[in-house]
């Protein structure tokens, strides 16, 4: 305490406020790599403050009368929003701003806040602090901040007013409206409260006290009751679908919604302005002041508006990839072995199409008609491959999510679902390996029997048994697949929304060339079928072909791009293993045995890893949540060890 108060009381004589706050903001910031500490200054500051009435009142002086002299509208109807421009007008508009920056009126609110917050990185400090501490902060300075003068009444009446009429323009957009009319249609929130708004601000100019705060009232439940529509939209997302724009305009709406609500209670001197209101806003437009150059912070709130998307798309494909009891587990472990069969058999073309001498394009064209095939085989019979699941669960992780805050996200509902996740993995991955290792050796013993010669010749054994090592070079390319069956995941989830967004069932229902071509039944079970496995069936395909073209674009690119799927490279082991006659010494089955486990596990983290972390964006909890997801997850694996490996008789509602 004492190192704070002695540098408070070498710039408590300076004269002007600004200086005077951005040295009091310097004194209490806390280094750049221990923001922990802000805190705890935050606190020292809080007891300096009440045991010295001469710095509250020059605390409280400097604040009254910078914000009471300043701009405020823009502040208020701009700062920290999302724009309607574009993404890449506005990502035009970051990069100019960043080369020649755009100058602020003097008296403009933001100008103030860019300069006493100077450091880019002060919005970071001030989140980590508790909101409880800051409000605590306010409440000493007894701040009495009056918007009464006749300009700033019509600053903050016009910012309101913008507001408005853009919610009400953007409640109109067809893409709310006829999307989700059940929802809208009975009453338009969004389009009513611009109504209530101009009879607000008729009772504001005419003087009368009773009607203003009548229509105050309605205002404010008409807001409320905005969002709450606006929460009804993104809950049906997954029965109606969504689309990018229809995303960004929900949230565009929320957040003008929450910011008018702000401003009509500073406007009205008969309603108490709420201190976590104020607090709320206080770090949103730091935060937006810190950022507003950061093309950093533009693109991750956009990929998180993107990421909202994502998650919500995988509405029918995330929650049966997570067993939750040991009926769902047996047959988990089934479809596995299912797939098992079909990868045998995939293997087995991928190593007879190796033995003819292509040009690199039509044998990556090939091998990725193979897999294409294969997954889509997997598909249609209801098998399953390890480790594609989890690129699928980022709608269910985002579920796990829900009815949580940013900030405080509910990790215990995570780590659940890290224990679901990974047991699920083991259970498909063990039904695959168990399944395509004795297989392929199988296969090979019949290829061996019929032609006397084996599948795989000494060069390529060689070869395979390089790519089953556990090197950094192979982890890599095991990296690589995850990735790829991540974004099959993405590609799955981007055509179910499709599906249900753009009606394409009922669309083919209706169509009069589908009846006469297939008749009304056979244009049904079409419709069906397309609603049912769309998605799948393109997630599938993308994958099979990606796996196959990936090394013909590391090849054309001179680039290190490969792929290492374990249950793939596991029957090639099985295969190259039968021609070794398997002569491999205990340690060299061990050696290749940690190679295949080190491509399981890199396949499982990363495309988990990936979906964790869309799943995040899309709720907008900060990725520093993980080392504590880390810990949470720990002392769950701790307690209930069972949990990972099998399903507990009882859904676990707490992994504490």
């Not at 006829?178 to 601000?201: G, H, S």
């Not at 929650?319 to 058999?345: C, D, H, M, P």
């Not at 190593?351 to 889509?376: E, K």
């Not at 021609?579 to 190679?595: I, M, N, P, R, V």
């Amino acid at each position: 305490m004492p190192l704070i108060s002695d540098q408070i009381s070498t710039f408590l004589k300076e004269p002007k406020e600004v200086p005077f706050l951005k040295s009091l903001v310097d004194t209490i910031r806390p280094p750049r790599r221990k923001k922990i500490l802000a805190e705890e200054n935050i606190v020292q500051l809080t007891s300096l403050i009440l045991a010295d009435k001469n710095l509250q009142y020059r605390i409280s002086t400097a604040i009254t009368k910078i914000v009471t002299k300043a701009d405020l509208q823009y502040i208020f109807s701009e700062s920290g929003l999302v724009t309607g421009s574009g993404f890449f007008a506005e990502l035009s508009q970051k990069i100019t701003e960043k080369i020649l920056p755009t100058l602020l009126p003097k008296n403009d609110l933001r100008n103030h806040v860019r300069k006493i917050f100077s450091k880019k990185w002060d919005y970071k400090w001030i989140y980590q602090v508790q909101e409880q501490v800051w409000i605590n902060l306010f409440r000493s300075i007894n701040l009495n901040i009056s918007f009464d003068s006749p300009a700033q009444q019509q600053q903050l009446i016009h910012a309101a007013e913008v507001l408005s009429y853009r919610i009400a323009a953007l409640g109109l957009d067809k893409r709310i409206v006829q999307k989700a009319p059940e929802i809208i249609l009975p009453l338009n929130a969004f389009t009513a409260q611009n109504k209530i708004w101009q009879l607000y601000r008729h009772a504001i100019n005419t003087g009368d006290t009773v009607l203003r705060l009548e229509y105050f009232q309605q205002l404010d439940s008409i807001i409320a009751r905005g969002l709450l529509q606006i929460e009804e939209i993104r809950h049906t997302r997954k029965e109606a679908g969504t689309s990018l724009q229809q995303t960004f305009i929900i949230e565009r709406i929320c957040q003008q919604l929450e910011r008018l609500q702000i401003i009509i209670t500073i406007i009205d001197p008969m309603v108490d302005v709420s201190t976590y209101a104020y607090t709320d806003y206080f770090k949103e437009i730091v935060e937006s002041e810190n950022t507003h150059k950061q093309l950093g912070s533009f693109l991750s709130l956009n990929f998180s508006t993107l990421a909202y998307q994502i998650a919500g798309h995988g509405g029918r494909t995330g929650e049966k990839y997570i067993t939750n009891n040991l009926r769902e587990y047996r047959q988990f472990f089934r479809s596995a072995a299912i797939g098992g069969v079909i990868i045998s058999l995939a293997a087995l073309i991928k190593m007879w199409l190796g033995h003819y001498t292509l040009a690199p394009f039509w044998a990556s064209f090939l091998f990725g008609i193979n897999y294409a095939i294969a997954f889509v085989v997997i598909h249609l019979i209801g098998g399953s491959i390890a480790t594609k699941q989890p690129a699928l669960t980022a709608s269910a992780i985002a579920t796990a999510l829900d009815n949580t805050t940013p900030r405080s996200p509910s990790l215990n509902n995570m780590a659940l679902m890290v224990g679901k996740v990974f047991r699920s993995q083991l259970a498909s991955l063990m039904g695959n390996l168990l399944v395509v290792f004795p297989l392929t050796i199988f296969i090979a013993y019949l290829v061996h029997k019929a032609t006397g010669e084996h599948l795989v010749n000494p060069a390529k054994a060689l070869h395979v048994l390089e790519d089953t090592q556990p090197s950094i070079r192979n982890i890599w390319y095991a990296a690589i697949a995850a990735f790829l069956l991540f974004m099959s995941g993405i590609i799955s989830g981007y055509f179910d929304n499709l599906v249900i967004f753009g009606k394409i069932p009922e669309r083919i229902r209706a169509h009069r060339r589908f009846t006469y071509i297939l008749g009304a039944k056979g244009t049904i079970k079409l419709a069906n079928y397309i609603d049912n496995n769309m998605g799948a069936l393109m997630g599938n395909i993308f994958l099979g072909f990606a796996l196959g073209f990936i090394i013909f674009f590391g090849k054309i690119f001179a680039l290190p791009l490969d792929i290492r799927h374990v249950t793939i490279s596991t029957g090639f082991f099985g295969f190259t293993a039968f021609a070794q006659d398997f002569a491999f010494t205990k340690l060299q089955w061990l050696y290749y045995l940690a190679g295949l486990v080190c491509i399981a596990f890199t396949n499982l983290t990363v495309s988990f890893g990936l979906a964790l972390y869309v799943a995040m964006k899309s709720r907008k909890v900060p990725t520093r949540q993980l080392l504590t997801l880390t810990k949470v997850t720990g002392r769950y694996f701790v307690r209930f060890p069972g949990d990972f490996f099998f399903p507990p008789k009882r859904e676990r509602q707490s992994p504490s």
